[in-house]
């Protein structure tokens, strides 16, 4: 009995009766997704029409060689591999005679169910044409060394090829196409120099594989020998096949004029012609040119077929007109519209709707196709992702998954991993990651890549670090991945250390690489190793290069060095486009130098052919608040006005803050109220202006108004609206709000609620709050400290300052100014001025008018007025106002009206409108019974109408 007969027997065995195609194709196709797709070519296959006639059925010999055939076949569709192969084996046994043209059906049998045959059944049929004497017959050898070939296996095609001596012109373009298809270009173009070397015959079809390695290796001049060679034997005008691969050739080595010249020369144009001059377009970046030559072919009479539309609709997505896209796709259903779409179709409109976000169309074309491949679902799939629909996406895979024809493949992983990256789901992404496993979809680097980028961006330096680490041969981009991870991971270290073994790998560096390893050089720290990446980029030849250049001015600015910045600049000026002076300005934004930011910005403007964009308008706003250019800051806001760009949510949040730094609230309101597109961050910035003006009430009732769900930003400032209203019961509603939406944990969140507890006389909460804070960062410490103070706990501040020390946080100018001001608050004066002078020394911190306004009110307090008086003296910078007057109100308290009338004839002259410098002389006059200047003082407050700010208090009567 024939292994795998058993379906067929009962219908051949007992009544040969003449079978059915119908019959067949049932049992063929019951349980196959493809249903009808083959079964013509495959039951012809099956009954050998040309060889096997139904009257031979009878034929005991005929039956038995069909028989194996039938089997082998069945066998084959039902995935039974060995039984497949006794099967075959079977037939020179079972058959009385054996047709040469046999191995040529057998070889046919195989790859039936795959496009790539089976190297061991290849091997197989090779031994039993060797075995019943057919192999010398030179088509079966012919047919032999392409079916290695289509296995991948070159090697037996070449030694099949040695073997044989009788070679004809077929069965070297058979060698030739073998090269060709296994990517060997080379050696294919050795072997037709080895055919003209023979003298052996040659013919059209042996230059059109000649001009395809040409291609493939980007070869132009011997493209052009091999053009003037077939013109010259007139091979060029007897075959169209011929001067396509020569149109399609120039097209991809970058000749497009060549190539159309080339179809304006041809005489008989068919539709591969067309095809090859559309697809050259698209490929030298002229899309344009590819639907003008679709209009053309439409009124050729020549018939459009799916690559055609392929090429025009990815001509039309290449120009983002989604109307000439959709003519197109109507042109497609006037086509073919007997048939319906073709796969190839259908799928580049996928890719077309996707890309402008008609997501629903997609879904459309998508539903209508009677059969999906692989690609289709990669489309589609692509689409949910790049239009943020991941819910969608992941279900696509799910379905795909589900009914396993066809099968995900790489494209398809690489398609779904990036949104794992972007919405940091590790989760799911570890779920693809073992699909990836499970599949050997691992093989493919490109998944692995993707992969290892999920990872980092996901936090899991580790994981990412094994799967590197794992990998059999890593890619230059493995390499570029791992550094850019490392490097916005903050592990500078471990990227600068691979950059190093990178190096020594001998892989050639690309741009990617040095924009990878310059992101971890982005502190003062990293100035040396990102002026040694300097150099390599000179090296390699990108120092004319903009995006290069670009990160380079990056990198110095970040590090402080805004004189190379400039000077990078300054090369590339007359190239230089908006991101590279956005690049300088930024950079002198954060690091604080704002003048440098500003003076970037009008030498951009002097430039003239510059126009700033959002980015600029941002960064240049920010320079004037946080300098408080009143008019220059109006004068950048009445600019953005005359462009698009004052419409924008970030320029007019830029504004907002800007406004509440210049305390001109009405304005800021006013600017919010414009504002169209309101986010979140525009509430904050309006809730912060409110807040840092002492609006305290009427940030609360905009914070009453807000549309958004509050972040962390808007807690803070609602909290100091809280602190300075001193509204307590407010303040623990927001308490109870972040617990139940876990904000308590942040550090920001924890030092305002210290703030707000403590300046409401809660200092025990503030205390319980501060201790169950897990991670306490400096601003809550700094908080905690200067609760200490407020409630005259001196001795507490400094403990806690030096538990601070313990525990590894350093001090910043902010904790010097709360300690001295608990020092001043408590008269600790001696461990006060111990702080002052290891505040340079051990720490690193210059002194500031706050720090200068705590000494010199913590002297005073003491009494220690002259002490006082000189240290203002020995400044190197001229003290500001608010220094002089902590030491006129000490004065006031000590009864020292000779320095207080000194101290307050200077501050008169630093501060002429500040009218309580004027009534705290005129009290100490009163005080020490000198009524005659205390009157003179109070007519000289009545001429300069100067008016003392009227004080009141508060109460809680609730909000809203």
């Excluded at 040695?162 to 060997?184: P, Q, R, S, V």
């Excluded at 398809?412 to 990036?418: D, E, G, R």
């Excluded at 040095?514 to 502190?523: E, G, K, N, V």
């Excluded at 009218?915 to 200047?933: A, D, H, P, Q, T």
Aim: glycine fraction near 6%; aromatic fraction near 10%; hydrophobic fraction near 40%.
């Amino acid at each position: 009995m024939i292994l795998g007969w058993g379906i067929v027997t009962p219908t051949l065995k007992n009544t040969f009766r003449k079978p059915t195609i119908s019959y067949y194709s049932t049992i063929l196709f019951q349980n196959d997704p493809i249903k009808h797709k083959h079964r013509n070519s495959l039951v012809e296959l099956l009954f050998g029409v040309s060889q096997f006639g139904y009257s031979k059925l009878k034929n005991p010999s005929s039956c038995n060689l069909l028989l194996p055939r039938i089997s082998a076949l069945l066998c084959l569709h039902f995935s039974s591999f060995p039984r497949m192969l006794q099967s075959l084996d079977e037939m020179p046994q079972r058959a009385e005679y054996c047709p040469k043209n046999n191995i040529n059906v057998l070889l046919e049998l195989l790859t039936y169910s795959d496009s790539r045959p089976y190297i061991v059944a290849v091997m197989i049929a090779h031994s039993l044409a060797i075995k019943i004497g057919t192999f010398s017959h030179l088509p079966i050898a012919t047919s032999l060394l392409s079916y290695y070939s289509r296995a991948g296996n070159l090697g037996s095609s070449l030694a099949l090829f040695d073997e044989t001596c009788k070679k004809d012109t077929i069965f070297w373009n058979a060698m030739l196409t073998a090269c060709i298809d296994n990517h060997c270009f080379q050696r294919g173009l050795d072997f037709f120099v080895y055919l003209m070397e023979e003298q052996s015959g040659f013919d059209s079809t042996s230059l059109l594989h000649v001009v395809s390695a040409l291609s493939h290796l980007n070869n132009l001049q011997k493209g052009q020998i091999i053009h003037g060679f077939s013109f010259k034997t007139a091979m060029l005008f007897l075959d169209n096949k011929l001067y396509n691969g020569f149109i399609d050739m120039y097209a991809k080595l970058r000749d497009l004029s060549s190539s159309e010249l080339l179809f304006v020369e041809m005489e008989h144009r068919d539709i591969v012609s067309w095809n090859s001059v559309m697809t050259g377009c698209l490929h030298n970046d002229y899309p344009e040119k590819t639907l003008w030559y679709l209009r053309e072919l439409t009124h050729s009479g020549e018939r459009v077929d799916h690559t055609s539309l392929s090429s025009a609709i990815a001509a039309a997505t290449s120009l983002s007109d989604i109307g000439c896209g959709e003519a197109i796709h109507g042109l497609a259903v006037k086509v073919s519209c007997e048939n319906g779409l073709q796969i190839s179709v259908s799928n580049s409109l996928i890719s077309l709707y996707s890309q402008f976000g008609d997501v629903a169309a997609a879904e459309i074309v998508f539903g209508s196709m009677q059969y999906q491949d692989v690609v289709t679902w990669n489309a589609i799939i692509s689409g949910f992702a790049s239009n943020g629909m991941v819910l969608e996406a992941f279900d696509s895979l799910y379905e795909m998954h589900l009914f396993e024809s066809p099968k995900p493949d790489s494209v398809t992983m690489v398609c779904i991993i990036p949104l794992c990256s972007e919405l940091m789901l590790l989760k799911e992404g570890k779920s693809v990651h073992g699909y990836v496993i499970r599949h050997l979809l691992s093989l493919d680097l490109s998944v692995t890549n993707s992969l290892i980028d999920m990872y980092m961006k996901c936090n899991s330096v580790g994981k990412a670090e094994l799967l590197f680490s794992t990998v059999p041969t890593s890619d230059l981009v493995s390499w570029n991945t791992m550094i850019s991870g490392y490097s916005k991971n903050g592990h500078n270290k471990e990227a600068k250390i691979l950059f190093k073994e990178l190096l020594s790998s001998c892989l050639h560096l690309n741009l990617s690489t040095l924009f990878a390893i310059l992101s971890s050089c982005s502190s003062h720290e990293g100035l040396k190793f990102g002026k040694s990446i300097h150099s390599w980029q000179l090296k390699l030849g990108f120092s004319s290069n903009i995006l290069a250049v670009n990160s380079l001015m990056h990198m110095y600015a970040c590090c402080g060095d805004l004189v190379s910045a400039f000077s990078l600049l300054q090369m590339i000026i007359s190239t230089a486009d908006v991101a590279c002076w956005n690049t300088i300005i930024v950079g002198c934004t954060n690091i604080f130098q704002f003048q440098k930011a500003l003076e970037t910005f009008n030498l951009m403007r002097r430039n003239g052919s510059i126009k700033p964009d959002t980015v600029t308008f941002v960064n240049v706003i920010s320079a004037c608040g946080n300098l408080l250019l009143v008019s220059e800051g109006k004068a950048i806001h009445a600019l953005t006005l005359k462009t698009s760009d004052g419409l924008d949510t970030s320029v007019q949040n830029a504004l907002i803050t800007m406004y509440g730094r210049y305390h001109d609230v009405e304005s800021a309101k006013l600017v919010f109220n414009f504002c169209t597109n309101r986010n979140l961050c525009s509430w904050n910035c309006l809730i912060s202006a409110l807040s840092q003006n002492k609006n305290g009430r009427e940030t609360l009732e905009q914070f009453l108004h807000l549309e958004l769900k509050p972040n962390e930003i808007t807690i803070v400032g609602i909290l100091s609206a809280c602190t300075q209203l001193g509204i307590l019961r407010f303040g623990r509603q927001i308490h109870g709000y972040t617990v139940r939406n876990g904000f308590q944990y942040n550090s920001f969140i924890s030092a305002a609620f210290v703030e707000m507890y403590s300046s409401c006389g809660r200092l025990d909460i503030a205390i319980k709050v501060f201790r169950s804070s897990p991670e306490k960062a400096t601003a809550a410490w700094n908080s905690m400290i200067a609760a200490y103070g407020y409630h005259s706990n001196g001795r507490k501040a400094i403990n806690l300052f030096q538990e601070m020390l313990k525990s590894g946080i350093r001090p910043t100018k902010s904790t010097f100014v709360s300690l001295l001001s608990a020092c001043s608050h408590s008269g600790l004066v001696e461990e006060g001025m111990c702080y002052v002078d290891s505040m340079l020394e051990e720490y690193g911190v210059e002194p500031v008018t706050d720090h200068h306004v705590y000494i010199v009110d913590m002297l005073g307090r003491s009494g220690k007025l002259q002490k006082a008086f000189s240290y203002i003296k020995q400044l190197q910078t001229s003290p500001e106002p608010g220094v002089w007057g902590a030491l006129l109100s000490a004065c006031n308290y000590h009864g020292d009206i000779e320095m207080g009338r000194e101290v307050a004839e200077l501050l008169f002259e630093l501060d002429p409108q500040n009218v309580g410098y004027y009534i705290c002389l005129s009290n100490m006059y009163v005080f020490s019974g000198r009524w005659k200047e205390a009157v003179e003082l109070r007519n000289v407050i009545e001429d300069k109408e100067l008016k003392k700010p009227t004080g009141f208090s508060l109460i809680d009567v609730g909000i809203g």
